[in-house]
């Protein structure tokens, strides 16, 4: 496993997002990336890629483990298992852009939503369509990848 990304790196993951917003490095990594809800576990990655689709994240994912580089999947950071922390370094991937609904199957009672899907709004979405999202963890700014990892 490498220890430290190199410019080269940084340069694919700029390149990838084409949005300087997109791409964190360094002194613009926020202190918010180093930990999650739980006290006590912190890390901080050395890259912050916030994707905002699929492909993004496989060429991302295909990329780091080609180059041996760890990668931590994230949504809001609500989490307290430290699942979100990117205690390895690497690359945080950000899933919080990924938040669209994309599919209510009412016949077979599934949703399909991208991981950045707030819980808030799921619940939201459902209910307006007569339906009831019943997990209720208590937080409702989680996103629901986090709330299925976790």
């Known amino acids: 496993m490498r220890e430290r990304l190199t410019e080269h790196d940084l340069t694919f993951l700029r390149q990838l997002a084409q949005d300087p917003d997109r791409v964190l490095a360094g002194d613009e990594i926020s202190e918010e990336y180093s930990h999650d809800e739980l006290s006590g576990t912190a890390g901080w990655p050395q890259a912050v890629f916030r994707a905002k689709n699929v492909a993004e994240v496989s060429a991302v994912m295909r990329y780091a483990n080609e180059h041996a580089i760890p990668v931590t999947p994230r949504g809001a950071g609500t989490g307290l298992v430290g699942a979100a922390v990117a205690v390895a370094g690497g690359i945080l991937l950000d899933l919080s852009l990924m938040n669209q609904v994309l599919e209510l199957d009412e016949d077979n009672l599934t ?9 808030m709004d799921l619940a939201a979405y459902v209910e307006e369509r007569g339906f009831f999202y019943p997990p209720d ?5 989680a996103t629901i990848g986090g709330n299925i990892s976790t």
């Open 111 to 119: 949703l399909t939503v991208e991981p950045g899907v707030l819980l």
């Open 137 to 141: 963890p208590g937080e409702k700014s």
